[in-house]
Every structure is written in C-alpha cells, then in structure tokens.
C-alpha cells in the first residue's frame, strides 16, 4: 500500500509554524483512470496542491480506495490543512479500518502539528500492527529524535 511510504519518504524536518497553503483551482486535466498515478508523482515531486486535487478525483472515481484516501490525507498534511486531513483520515477509518497504514499516517500528521504524544501513540498502534516495517520504524525514528532536541 503506497499510502504508508508517503510521509516519511518526505520528512526533512518538523515545521508546525509554516503557513496553511492553498489548493489549486484547477488542474490540468489527465486521461480517466490516470488520476491515481498523476497523484502519486504529483505527491512524491512535493506538489501537494496538485496531488492533492488529482487523488480528490481518484476518490471520486473510486469511493473506496484507501490508497487515494490516504495520499489526500497525506497531502492535506503537507499543506498544513490539518481541518481538512482530519475529514480525510476519518474517511479512511470508514474504508479501510484503522490499519497500520492509517495508524502510520495519523501518527505523522500528529508529529507534523508538533503534537508528539498522539504521534506516538498512532505509530506504536501502527508498529504493534506491523512489527518491524522500515516505514513505521523510520517515523518513529524521527519522532524520536524531534521530541528528544
């Protein structure tokens, strides 16, 4: 599942001061059933308004895809629209459960707020749910040694 490698393949460092960002109006249109690619290179090039909008239309296509569910979420993160992750990441509770996956991501937004606590308890919910994954493992990681600098 992608959805788990987004926000630690993006970590360089916490920033709860930076600014809620926008979203795009619009977005160059892609052929149907592209959506869900065009939003993980959008994502993975650091333009989280544009993934952000083009997993909104992956979701759209496909109501119950937990990948889509979390790069949104993911990607609200990385424009500081916390209100709006929130929304997202109790939709992907509603799809898929709360899987490691979700329980990895929601551990990061938490770190991305500084909100170290939650973060630790989401990602040793995660961990508990899948010992030893590099991705989990990494995030902690860096919760670590953020709450510990």
């Keep these: 599942m992608m959805g788990i490698s987004f926000l630690a393949a993006s970590c360089s460092q916490n920033n709860t001061a930076a600014p809620r960002q926008a979203l795009p109006s619009q977005v160059p249109s892609v052929p149907a059933g592209s959506e869900l690619a065009t939003a993980k290179t959008s994502y993975e090039a650091g333009n989280f308004g544009y993934a952000a909008r083009y997993f909104e239309k992956s979701l759209k ?72 994954h590099p991705v989990i493992e990494t995030n902690l990681r860096i919760l670590r040694d953020a709450s510990s600098g």
């Design 61 to 132: 296509a496909s109501p119950r895809n937990m990948e889509a569910c979390l790069g949104l979420a993911g990607s609200y993160d990385w424009l500081y629209r916390f209100e709006l992750a929130d929304k997202t990441y109790a939709n992907c509770r509603k799809i898929g459960g709360e899987t490691y996956a979700y329980h990895n991501n929601v551990g990061f937004s938490y770190y991305l707020r500084g909100d170290y606590g939650r973060a630790s308890v989401s990602l040793a919910q995660a961990r508990r749910l899948r010992p030893g």
